[in-house]
């Protein structure tokens, strides 16, 4: 079956250190997003990949930083830049080009703690 | 910019009763209108969809409503179960050259026996 994976389901972070959460799909799609989710915020965009060596920022992406090497990959490292990390994170992808209307699926969430 | 402002949660009722959850959006353009659903502990998955003014989208027995004219996408059902018990959240995608999603805070529904 196709879908999201992301792994680890749960992550914990000690002071200083850089984590990084993984985000796979085999929905051959080309976009690709990284969401935060923090309670009685909503979802809030960290970057968005249009297509493979291409990324760009969102509404919050500071302390964060992506990849996008393949086009199955949207890997997210959470920096230590990023002073209030503990949230859920969420990816998604989505077919389709620039004018696209297309639904974004979601992989089922990393949940990030600080130790 | 873009912006939807969805009704204040938490809604609470009983098993077989009529749900209605008030969304309005803000967008350039014509957007397309979604609603996803996350059951606790999960990801959202879309619920419904609707891509023009007067479409209705439908699924599961949620039914929602592209209302141009008064910029809404209200989400009903008429008789909810206690696995609808789950948070929904409205979304828009206004398409251009930047095609990420709007959403709104969410509601979170709970069904009780």
């Known amino acids: 079956d196709g879908g999201i994976t992301q792994s680890p389901k749960y992550l914990f972070r000690k002071e200083g250190q850089n984590v990084t959460l993984s985000c796979e799909q085999n929905?051959?799609?080309?976009?690709m997003y990284w969401y935060r989710q923090d309670p009685g915020q909503g979802l809030r965009l960290i970057y968005y990949?249009?297509?493979?060596?291409?990324?760009q920022k969102g509404d919050i992406a500071e302390g964060y930083s992506v990849s996008r090497e393949k086009k199955e990959s949207f890997p997210l490292t959470v920096t230590s830049a990023q002073k209030n990390p503990t949230a859920f994170y969420l990816c998604?992808?989505?077919?389709?080009?620039?004018?696209?209307?297309?639904?974004?699926?979601f992989g089922d969430g990393t949940r990030l703690s600080i130790l | 910019g873009n912006s939807v402002t969805q009704m204040e949660g938490p809604v609470t009722l009983s098993e077989e009763a009529f749900l209605t959850i008030n969304c309005t959006y803000t967008?350039?353009?014509?957007?397309?209108l979604f609603w996803y659903v996350q059951y606790p502990g999960e990801g959202l998955q879309l619920l419904l969809k609707?891509?023009?003014?007067?479409d209705k989208g439908s699924n599961k027995g949620f039914e929602a409503t592209y209302r141009k004219e008064t910029t809404s996408f209200h989400l009903e059902k008429g008789s909810v179960q206690v696995s609808d018990s789950a948070v929904y959240f409205c979304?828009?995608?206004?398409?251009?050259?930047?095609?990420?999603?709007?959403f709104g805070k969410g509601t979170l529904l709970t069904v009780n026996p």
């Open positions: 998604a992808s989505s077919e389709g080009g620039a004018y696209s209307n297309q639904p974004q699926h």
């Open positions: 929905l051959n799609h080309d976009a």
């Open positions: 990949s249009q297509i493979v060596n291409d990324f």
């Open positions: 967008a350039t353009g014509y957007p397309s």
């Open positions: 609707a891509t023009k003014a007067d």
């Open positions: 979304a828009l995608n206004s398409g251009g050259s930047n095609y990420k999603l709007t």
